[in-house]
Every structure is written in structure tokens, then in C-alpha cells.
């Protein structure tokens, strides 16, 4: 919209319309893409409070990479982190989610500390962490829709009994959850069988948001959430972090893309260079302030929300 004077729209590998720039909309070029209209491009749900922390980070550091990260995630709410690349949004999800060491620092989940040494101790705290690259770390992309939501669950101790039958696999048990989360993500797939690599971008990751919420966890890190996915799917996604955070869940979203988080999130951490340097009302904010934040020394304190 800002720098181009037509745009033509394909879907489904045909031409839908060429239109000039300054006579059409945004909303009326999302139309196009999708095939339908989008009331809200980044939906909220009506009658969620915010309810205890669920996940409290004391002072983390890694050395060379972020130091003195402090910050609390709520119950039933949405909170983005956000910053320039090389920011380490990234690596600070990973070393949440014990896949990287950390140096110093407490972590505490329900308002109890607790240690974490590696990736299991992470999901059997209730911890998910959705990888920004989907393809290399979050699938099995030559394994069907039914192994990829099934695999996490069937390692964690949590609910493997679910799963399993002794030391064997219930097939049954496991065909039946994974139709579950098909049905509750509307994946579109042909078949539980089908093999993951073949489906679109945005159902590609509606399977790894069933793959972890299987596990029933209780603090969902999703990291890039939308890249690479159209414009429909991303109402989706948003709408299912809405519904996670209704249902008591702790939502933190790492992403790039400003107007994604002032428009879903409840509140906004800002990090540069392994910092936390300002926290942020998305009410109150715009894109302006968030990149002075992001691209600026700071003399004074981190900013808070009002």
C-alpha cells in the first residue's frame, strides 16, 4: 500500500483482479486474497481477565547473549515480545524452554521456582515452545498429520498414559486425540495420514500448536506465529491464541511484525541487544514509539505501561 501503484491479486492459482493502489483498501485487497471478508484482521474475545502469573523470570542471563531479563506472564493473557533481529527475543524463548543453558537467574511456574535443565523438564513444567522455523525444528515433514500432533504427547510423562498401553502405542487412543485437535484447529487436511509437508503454511502450523497442546500445557511460547502463512490463516492463529488466553493460558508471542503486536497482544515487552527496554500498553502505543525503543539507546529507565 505504501510504496506500489497496482497490485494484482492472485488465489488458487488464478488471477482474481489488477487494481490501482489509490483506489482500493487494504481490507478490500484481504477480501480478494482470501475469497471472503475478515470483520477483524486481529480478533478479541469479550470477558477474559487477566488471573495469577504463571510464568515469573528473576534477572536471567546467558553470557554474550541477554542479561537481567526480568518479566511476568499472566494467566489468561497475551504478552509480545518484541525488538529488532539480533534482538535474542529467540534465544530467550529457547533458554526459557531449557533447549539452551542459562548462566544465572530463577525461573518460577504457578508462582513456584522451579529448575530446568533441558526440554523435558521444560514440558512437564507445562511449558510449549512453537519454533519460528516451522519446517526445520517444529516437524517431522515426512511423517503424517497424526504422528506430528501425537509424538510430543507420547514423551511426556504428563499424559503419555493416554497414549500408551503398557509399553505399547494405543493406536486408537492416539488417532482419537489427534482427530480432536484436527477438528478443534479446523487443520484442513484430507486424512489424518497425510503427510505434513503437503499441507499449506498456516496448517502446517495449527499442527504444532495441536502437537503441544496435547500436552496440556499451561504456557504457550510461540515464536513468529504468522510468517509465511496468508492472511486468513493468521485471523485463525490469532483467534486461537485468543481462545488459549480465555481458557487461563499464558500466551507469549515473540514477533517482528508491529502491527501483529500492538493489535493481539495485552501487553508488549520491547528488548534490544539482549535487554528488556521498555514495557508497553498496546492501547496507549504505535509503531513509531515501538521502533525508537527498539533502534534507540535509552538513557533512562525501561519504560513501563501506564
Not at 481477565?49 to 489468561?76: N, S
Request: net charge neutral; aromatic share 4%; hydrophobic share 40%.
Amino acid at each position: 500500500m505504501k510504496v506500489c501503484d497496482r497490485a494484482t491479486v492472485l488465489r488458487d492459482g488464478e488471477k482474481v483482479k489488477t487494481v490501482n493502489i489509490c483506489d482500493t483498501t487494504g481490507d478490500e485487497l484481504v477480501n480478494m486474497m482470501v475469497g471472503r471478508s475478515l470483520k477483524e484482521r486481529y480478533p478479541k474475545l469479550d470477558g477474559g481477565e487477566r488471573g495469577r502469573p504463571l510464568l515469573q523470570v528473576r534477572g536471567l542471563c546467558r553470557r554474550g547473549v541477554f542479561k537481567d531479563i526480568t518479566f511476568d506472564a499472566y494467566a489468561g493473557e497475551i504478552l509480545a515480545i518484541t525488538g529488532l533481529v539480533g534482538a535474542k527475543r529467540t534465544e530467550l524463548l529457547r533458554a526459557i524452554f531449557g533447549a539452551d543453558k542459562i548462566d544465572e537467574g530463577e525461573i518460577l511456574v504457578a508462582e513456584q521456582p522451579v529448575r530446568i535443565r533441558n526440554v523435558q523438564d521444560a514440558i512437564a513444567q507445562g511449558l510449549a515452545l512453537l519454533n519460528e522455523d516451522r519446517k526445520n525444528q517444529g516437524l517431522l515433514l515426512e511423517m503424517s498429520v497424526n504422528d506430528n500432533i501425537a509424538v510430543t504427547g507420547i514423551n511426556c510423562k504428563k499424559v503419555s498414559k493416554v497414549y500408551l498401553r503398557g509399553p505399547f502405542v494405543n493406536k486408537a487412543a492416539v488417532l482419537q486425540n489427534s482427530q480432536k485437535y484436527v477438528e478443534r484447529l479446523k487443520i484442513k487436511t484430507p486424512s489424518l495420514q497425510q503427510i505434513v509437508k503437503n499441507l499449506s503454511g498456516g496448517n502446517q502450523q495449527k499442527v504444532i500448536l495441536g502437537k503441544w497442546l496435547s500436552t496440556d500445557a499451561r504456557i504457550v511460547m510461540v515464536d513468529e506465529p504468522t510468517r509465511g502463512i496468508d492472511v486468513g490463516s493468521k485471523a485463525e492463529i490469532y483467534m486461537l491464541m485468543e481462545q488459549l488466553a480465555m481458557n487461563g493460558v499464558a500466551v507469549i508471542m515473540v514477533s517482528s511484525e508491529l502491527p501483529e503486536v500492538i493489535g493481539v497482544s495485552d501487553r508488549i515487552l520491547v528488548m534490544r541487544s539482549g535487554e528488556i527496554v521498555a514495557e508497553l500498553d498496546p492501547k496507549h502505543t504505535n509503531e513509531e514509539e515501538i521502533v525508537k525503543f527498539s533502534a534507540t539507546e535509552v538513557k533512562h529507565e525501561k519504560q513501563n505501561a501506564s
